[in-house]
T-cell receptor, first 113, second 114 residues
Framework: AQSVTQLGSHVSVSEGALVLLRCNYSSSVPPYLFWYVQYPNQGLQLLLK??????LVKGINGFEAEFKKSETSFHLTKPSAHMSDAAEYFCAVSDHGNNRLAFGKGNQVVVIP | DAGVIQSPRHEVTEMGQEVTLRCKPISGHDYLFWYRQTMMRGLELLIYFNNNVPIDDSGMPEDRFSAKMPNASFSTLKIQPSEPRDSAVYFCASSLRGAYNEQFFGPGTRLTVL
């Protein structure tokens, strides 16, 4: 079954600094990959998704992710962190054939003023 | 559209009681998913429906859990009897044409079983 790995449950970043969240996937076929964000006491919202059209995917709120097949990675970045980026971020991979999403454990991002 | 609606938002109950969580998906969506989120286990898929039919319930933890979708606009997740280890946030999500497309999540129901 497809799965994703997110290392480092908590990530601290200074306001204005680069945000980098790592995601590695395992899939025997070309995957569909997603990043979701969860703000406190809310459900998950889609940030961006990769569906094989372009390797660099731009999402909402200035986030982007790059699909690298050779590294089986789909890391999320944002050039300059804002206080409003404090949230939990989840990487997910679609499980071909049965319409499930496999989510990673998530990264809790703390933005330091 | 109002998005995915879940009720109640918070539920506190005592061990052994029956708990029913409710979900109204986005109109026109043909997939509905129930998830459970805990600190220890993260986000887990419990069950999902396609066109009101349960497709995969392999994530349902045990027979105490059951889910129904009597029509395209309503689903329930029932726990009977509830146990303290069922305490979690339960999310409902819906999508159009499965996991290749965006899943829209509801705000969740925070369940506390005493």
């Amino acid at each position: 079954a497809q799965s994703v790995t997110q290392l480092g449950s908590h990530v601290s970043v200074s306001e204005g600094a680069l945000v980098l969240l790592r995601c590695n996937y395992s899939s025997s076929v070309p995957p569909y990959l997603f990043w979701y964000v969860q703000y406190p006491n809310q459900g998950l919202q889609l940030l961006l998704k990769y569906t094989s059209a372009a390797t660099l995917v731009k999402g909402i709120n200035g986030f982007e992710a790059e699909f690298k097949k050779s590294e089986t990675s789909f890391h999320l970045t944002k050039p300059s962190a804002h206080m409003s980026d404090a949230a939990e971020y989840f990487c997910a991979v679609s499980d071909h054939g049965n319409n499930r999403l496999a989510f990673g454990k998530g990264n809790q991002v703390v933005v330091i003023p | 559209d109002a998005g995915v609606i879940q009720s109640p938002r918070h539920e506190v109950t005592e061990m052994g009681q029956e708990v029913t969580l409710r979900c109204k998906p986005i109109s026109g969506h043909d997939y509905l998913f129930w998830y459970r989120q805990t600190m220890m286990r993260g986000l887990e898929l419990l069950i999902y429906f396609n066109n009101n039919v349960p497709i995969d319930d392999s994530g349902m933890p045990e027979d105490r859990f059951s889910a129904k979708m009597p029509n395209a606009s309503f689903s329930t997740l029932k726990i009977q009897p509830s146990e303290p280890r069922d305490s979690a946030v339960y999310f409902c999500a819906s999508s159009l044409r499965g996991a290749y497309n965006e899943q829209f999540f509801g705000p969740g129901t925070r369940l506390t079983v005493l």
